[in-house]
């Protein structure tokens, strides 16, 4: 049977996932500050990892909070409401259309970043409010303490990918893993990664000027030339040093590759993946 051409050209995909936790952190007795989760809404997926900040104390607190907040916002962002930049009327002269595409994708981007922006902000304001960490002054004790609040409790990387029908986006903040087929972006800040949170760190406490801080780095792909994808915190990097990264896809159960993956030692940091993979 020929399926009708508005549904022949939609293809599913498959999510899967895994965390672990790295030998390091087994050997000095540290919880796993990583963080995982998909949701997949009406053939969309959703997909999350974060990575808390390996000195701040408490920061698998932040990961799962924030790397929660993130993924349920996503669904609600409405995003099939936008034109895909990817189905401009071809017959626009070239210079024209990828200009169109542009100013399309640049929508979407700033949306998506103001949207996650704003829900972080908001989370982090309800906390430091309910626990009177109000800044009042740059000499207060309640500055310090909400800055030591964030740095413990709060700063996390954050990497999420969304698969539309036709179009998809995928964003990150500090340092991660993002593949897109076969090209692979290892996200290094030196050790330093520029965490959204520090926006909510008063000015003059902040090591680096806050112009220095990047916040997200948002794309926009065709789901059409897409095959697959993976979104990682940086525990994965012993994957890309080994060239190794294709044995993410193609899995039944990922978790199960990441604890045989754990057994041989590869892992020395929590490492943290979601797969996508059109079927």
């Avoid at 990682?232 to 044995?247: C, F, I, Q, R």
Wanted: one cysteine or more.
């Amino acid at each position: 049977m020929t399926l009708p051409t508005e549904f022949a050209k939609v293809s599913s995909w498959k999510m899967n996932k895994a965390m672990i936790v790295g030998r390091d952190h087994v050997m000095f007795k540290v919880n796993r500050q990583d963080f995982c989760e998909t949701i997949e809404d009406e053939g969309d997926c959703y997909g999350v990892v974060c990575d808390g900040c390996g000195s701040g104390a408490y920061t698998e607190v932040g990961a799962c909070l924030i790397g929660n907040a993130v993924l349920r916002l996503l669904p609600t962002l409405n995003l099939q409401s936008f034109n895909s930049p990817f189905t401009i009327d071809t017959t626009y002269e070239p210079e024209l259309r990828q200009e169109m595409m542009n100013v399309s994708k640049d929508q979407i981007c700033q949306f998506v970043d103001n949207q996650i922006r704003s829900t972080v902000y908001a989370l982090i304001e309800v906390l430091t409010r309910n626990l009177q960490l109000y800044t009042i002054g740059t000499d207060s004790k309640n500055m310090v303490e909400k800055v030591k609040f964030i740095n413990d409790y709060l700063l996390t990387t954050i990497v999420f990918c969304i698969v539309l029908r036709d179009f998809i986006v995928i964003g990150s903040c500090g340092d991660g893993v993002i593949i897109v087929n076969d090209d692979i972006s290892m996200i290094d800040q030196s050790g330093s990664p520029h965490y959204l949170m520090y926006d909510n760190v008063p000015k003059e406490a902040l090591q680096s000027p806050p112009s220095q801080l990047q916040g997200f780095n948002i794309s926009i792909y065709d789901t059409n030339a897409i095959n697959k994808i993976a979104i990682g915190t940086d525990g994965l990097a012993p994957l890309v040093e080994n060239n190794t990264t294709h044995e993410l896809f193609g899995q039944h159960r990922l978790q199960r590759k990441f604890n045989i993956l754990s057994n041989q030692k590869v892992f020395f940091d929590d490492a943290a993946c979601v797969t996508f993979e059109k079927v």
